[in-house]
């Protein structure tokens, strides 16, 4: 398979540019799938190396539990560097093993607490209103048979106006009904597999709760009471210091200006020949090149496994 299988390590270089320029010349729905998309196939593709190079690596290791046959000269000639790379990549496919594992589990620990704390409220409760002097509002999947619901403290509720709360439920509602918390974990496990995926995580997550502003905008009819309602709840929820300007710096004043502009165009594919455009085809070629350095690696390393594999 030879230095080929290195290519999917690297490939993610290539989704850089579009993470900065998603959001631009498509709307927020398209550039949250779009990132999504290409951050788990980077990182399936990366893993796949890894595994590939550890199988080698693996082999020259004593007592290990693979056949003698694989650790053979004509074996290891298909892996690169074998005596390096193919040791390096056991530690680092153990670590990367390590974090997604620990992340599926943080994932798996916090929706047991907080179905935990909902399970003294109504079950018909919607959305579920905490007695909490802290200001917050989500959603929280469903699952086994359970719906989604959303929870609201009511010191946020309490801060808001009628018109507000009714926008920022519309918010919530957005999020669970198109399962934006499935994009969230593959963006996370993408990230905890490479970490030159983590900007696309990001992005994927701010433009996710661009096309929940969207959708909440179009809920209530009114893009700028929905403005309104986002800043004033950030506005409650990260309340800045007297003299400093933290509220500035996020990126909630982005997605305020964005719905006080008209609609995004509904495309979803950026014009080629814009700079979001441009990113897109390089991420997409990226993405398709790692796919298919990583299938050839595969295909070319079991058939030698094969070969070097008595009968």
């Not at 779009?34 to 080698?56: E, F, K, N, P, Q």
Request: hydrophobic residues 50%; contains cysteine; positive net charge.
């Amino acid at each position: 398979m030879g230095w080929i299988v290195l290519l999917p390590l690297v490939a993610p270089l290539t989704a850089l540019p579009i993470a900065r320029l998603a959001e631009q010349q498509s709307h927020p729905r398209a550039a949250a799938r779009m990132l999504t998309w290409v951050a788990a196939v980077l990182a399936g593709c990366s893993t796949l190396s890894l595994g590939l190079l550890a199988v080698v690596g693996t082999a020259q290791l004593p007592g290990n539990p693979l056949p003698d046959s694989w650790s053979d000269p004509e074996v290891r000639a298909a892996v690169p560097g074998d005596a390096v790379l193919g040791e390096v990549a056991v530690l680092v496919l153990g670590g990367t093993l390590l974090a997604v594992g620990g992340a599926l589990a943080r994932r798996a620990l916090t929706r047991r607490r907080l179905r935990r704390a909902l399970a003294a409220l109504p079950a018909d409760a919607d959305p579920a209103l905490l007695p909490d002097g802290r200001p917050y509002a989500y959603a929280v999947p469903g699952g086994r048979g359970r719906p989604g619901r959303i929870v609201v403290s009511t010191a946020m509720r309490a801060a808001l106006s009628a018109d507000e709360y009714r926008a920022l439920l519309a918010h919530e509602r957005a999020h669970l009904s198109c399962r934006h918390h499935r994009y969230l974990l593959a963006g996370e496990l993408a990230a905890r597999a490479h970490p030159l995926l983590g900007p696309l995580r990001t992005a994927a997550a701010y433009a996710m709760e661009r096309w929940a502003d969207e959708d909440a905008a179009r809920a209530v009819g009114d893009r700028g009471l929905t403005a309104r309602a986002v800043g004033h709840a950030a506005l409650v929820r990260h309340r800045p210091a007297p003299g400093t300007a933290g509220f500035a710096a996020g990126p909630v004043p982005r997605r305020v200006a964005a719905l006080l502009r008209p609609r995004p165009p509904g495309r979803s594919w950026p014009p080629p020949n814009t700079r979001a455009g441009l990113a897109a085809l390089v991420a997409a070629a990226g993405t398709a090149a790692s796919a298919l350095c990583a299938l050839n690696a595969a295909v070319t390393l079991f058939l030698v496994l094969k070969a070097a594999t008595p009968l």
